[in-house]
T-cell receptor, first 115, second 120 residues
């Protein structure tokens, strides 16, 4: 069964500092991987996705993530955090066909940004 | 671009009442999902559908029912509301196999704005 682990429940960084949010997944084949962001009271917005090719993917709002098959990881990074990045971030794993069409989410990491 | 539309946005139910959460998408997506989100628990899959007439249980289906009579609509039914069903519910859709667009586009899920349900 597919699963996602986000080991950090809550992270606090200073504005302008770099950020890395961790995500580990379990999946039997090459996964599709996603990072979503959720602002308070809002739905989920896709930041970036990986499905094949270059293992370093660029997303919106200056975020990037790197797929590392050997570590079963898909960590999200941003070189310089802005106060508006404060939100909850979810990593998800899925596939495109058949019974593996479910999307499984991690429990989320809440990011707080201090000024 | 409407995307995924959920109604209502908020609802308060009494224990034992029933209701239907509506979800519709205008992207001709094959796959649709219902999730519930509880604090600190992330999103848990309730039910999903890979096409009209096909539905399947997710991780937490008890107390819920779904139907998928059209590609566009995927309503979630609560028959006998219980306090444990107090949550925020999200509907999502994605293209999936057989839909238009490249691989990455078919894999991307789009979410509605959510329905906040309180059972008292």
């Amino acid at each position: 069964a597919q699963s996602v682990t986000q080991p950090d429940i809550h992270i606090t960084v200073s504005e302008g500092a770099s950020l890395e949010l961790r995500c580990n997944y379990s999946y039997g084949a090459t996964p599709y991987l996603f990072w979503y962001v959720q602002s308070p009271g809002q739905g989920l917005q896709l930041l970036l996705k990986y499905f094949s090719g270059d293992t370093l993917v660029q997303g919106i709002k200056g975020f990037e993530a790197e797929f590392k098959r050997s570590q079963s990881s898909f960590n999200l990074r941003k070189p310089s955090v802005h106060w508006s990045d404060a939100a909850e971030y979810f990593c998800a794993v899925g596939a495109n066909t058949g019974t593996a069409s479910k999307l499984t989410f991690g429990t989320g990491t809440r990011l707080q940004v201090t000024l | 671009n409407a995307g995924v539309t959920q109604t209502p946005k908020f609802r308060i139910l009494k224990i034992g009442q029933s209701m239907t959460l509506q979800c519709t998408q205008d992207m001709n997506h094959n796959y649709m999902y219902w999730y519930r989100q509880d604090p600190g628990m992330g999103l848990k899959l309730i039910y999903y559908s890979v096409g009209a007439g096909i539905t399947d249980k997710g991780e937490v289906p008890n107390g819920y029912n779904v139907s998928r009579s059209t590609t566009e609509d995927f309503p979630l039914r609560l028959e006998l509301a219980a306090p444990s069903q107090t949550s925020v519910y999200f509907c999502a859709s994605r293209g999936g196999e057989g839909s238009r667009g490249g691989v990455g586009k078919r894999a991307e899920a789009f979410f509605g704005q959510g329905t906040r349900l309180t059972v008292v």
